[in-house]
């Protein structure tokens, strides 16, 4: 048996506006017509990577650097002055953000991380007061 905690909302966990992306992506050019078909993944994964990588974007509803510190930002507040399991229930975008800076890789990566998860996963991390590593995902 546990204790009941109350949840708490942290807006860091929050996913990124991927539709506020690619309309900022296509807002000067008509969006490809495959854009609404099976191939959508392709535009929104290059979107992504104009987005994070090269900043190109003009106008997104964030940028690339603002959701990477909210991410940040969310990671210490789940760990500050905890200890043992904590859930926290987020989305794809922002748990392969968050895997990514863990594993210290390049931020392209995290297109790579976020494109071969599925929406329903379960991700472990292990934190103390002095370490945060990436214990499994799938």
């Not at 297109?111 to 103390?128: A, G, H, M, P, W």
Request: proline share 6%; hydrophobic share 45%; charged share 20%.
């Amino acid at each position: 048996e546990g204790t009941a905690v109350a949840p708490q909302v942290h807006l860091g966990l929050n996913e990124f506006n991927f539709e506020g992306l690619l309309n900022a992506r296509y807002r000067r050019t008509r969006p490809p017509a495959d854009l609404l078909s099976n191939r959508k993944f392709i535009f929104v994964a290059w979107a992504l990577l104009r987005w994070l990588a090269r900043d190109e974007i003009d106008g997104p509803p964030e940028s690339w650097a603002v959701f990477a510190a909210r991410v940040k930002a969310a990671r210490q507040f789940l760990t500050k002055d905890r200890s043992g399991p904590i859930l926290a229930v987020s989305s794809n975008g922002t748990i392969s953000q968050m895997i990514n800076a863990t594993l210290g890789a390049a931020p392209a990566q995290q297109i790579s991380l976020q494109l071969q998860r599925k929406n329903c996963v379960v991700t472990r991390f292990f934190y103390s007061p002095h370490i945060f590593f990436l214990r499994s995902f799938n």
